[in-house]
């Protein structure tokens, strides 16, 4: 089989974004995999596909909901669009959403990263990924022995970067910065 060795997309036929949500509380993922961009819209629809399919069966009576996030990329904690699209995600689920952001250089402390995509990339470490359905399939097989579940689907919306937030929108975010870092630490509540 015929692989290339390197991450260009001149050389590839798409590009696939894994964004997951790992439940600590029950010890299950939940992978979405984009095919477009990368975006703040894509990250939050990547929560709620999580939420709405996975996390409301184990959490039904939740009424807020953590995040721990990097301080960077889609999720940026500088990110309007992120905080824009968390805000629509909070009216329509009725929940506080409340967002952990790690300081710049240590993402790697977040969770997920060790209980969830370490796994993943071992399960599928000398496996060609040549297709969406191998790496749907690829990640959805992925299991531990302590009890990991994780489930994953394709995510074929269309994310379009240099979405801008204006600073009226910004102003009709219900947003309260914790008074411990509150740039990186802070609720988000419903209107």
């Known amino acids: 089989l015929k692989v290339n060795a390197y991450?260009?997309?001149?050389?590839s036929e798409g590009v696939a974004i894994p964004y997951g949500v790992y439940d600590m509380?029950?010890?299950?993922?939940?992978v979405n995999v984009g095919i477009t961009k990368d975006t703040a819209e894509f990250a939050v629809?990547?929560?709620?596909?999580w939420w709405y399919k996975m996390g409301i069966y184990y959490h039904n009576n939740a009424t807020s909901l953590l995040i721990t996030a990097d301080g960077g990329g889609s999720n940026s904690s500088r990110g309007k669009l992120w905080k824009f699209e968390l805000q629509k995600f909070?009216?329509?689920?009725?929940m506080t959403i409340q967002v952990v952001h790690f300081p710049p250089g240590t993402s790697k402390w977040n969770k997920i990263e060790h209980r969830l995509f370490s796994y993943i990339s071992k399960n599928w470490r000398g496996r060609p990924l040549i297709s969406y359905e191998v790496i749907i399939k690829l990640i959805a097989s992925t299991k531990?022995?302590?009890g990991l579940d994780v489930e994953c689907e394709i995510d074929e919306g269309i994310y379009e970067t240099g979405i801008n937030i204006t600073e009226k929108q910004m102003e009709e975010?219900?947003?309260?910065g914790n008074s411990f870092h509150g740039e990186w630490n802070y609720n988000i509540s419903p209107q």
Request: aromatic share 8%.
């Open 7 to 11: 991450d260009f997309l001149t050389d």
């Open 25 to 30: 509380g029950i010890n299950k993922g939940w």
């Open 45 to 49: 629809q990547s929560i709620r596909n």
């Open 90 to 94: 909070s009216n329509e689920t009725g």
């Open 144 to 146: 531990t022995a302590k």
């Open 173 to 176: 975010i219900c947003i309260i």
